[in-house]
Nanobody
Framework: HVQLVESGGGSVQPGGSLRLSCTIS????????LGWFRQAPGQGREGIAG???????RYTDAVKGRFTVSKDNAKNTLYLQMDMLKPEDTAMYYC??????????????WGQGTQVTVS
């Protein structure tokens, strides 16, 4: 059974930075990857970053150049470094693990989310 636990959210001023962490426990299925999603109030959940095998990454245009996804295998933790934050980045952020065929790795497991507020 896989569990994902996010941490690191908080409040920050525009232009600031935060680093989110997603601690992974359990054994994922082969062919799964890891990703980050976010959901702003009144909006749907959107994929923003994916971390695939061999360290390949992908980003949605809204965060490209500002956010960086990485993984520490020794700590079994996925990170999302968020720089140059904007008010429109305000959302609940979720870690996801799912089939690698999905660009941001949805379709498997979700964390409980961590709130990021930029104002």
């Amino acid at each position: 059974h896989v569990q994902l636990v996010e941490s690191g959210g908080g409040s920050v001023q525009p232009g600031g930075s935060l680093r989110l962490s997603c601690t992974i426990s359990g054994t994922p299925s082969p062919g799964y990857c890891l990703g980050w999603f976010r959901q702003a109030p009144g909006q749907g959940r959107e994929g923003i970053a994916g971390f695939h095998s061999l360290g390949r990454t992908r980003y949605t245009d809204a965060v490209k150049g500002r956010f960086t996804v990485s993984k520490d295998n020794a700590k079994n933790t996925l990170y999302l470094q968020m720089d140059m934050l904007k008010p429109e980045d305000t959302a609940m952020y979720y870690c996801a693990m799912g089939p690698t065929i999905n660009p941001y790795c949805s379709g498997g497991y979700w964390g409980q989310g961590t709130q990021v507020t930029v104002s």
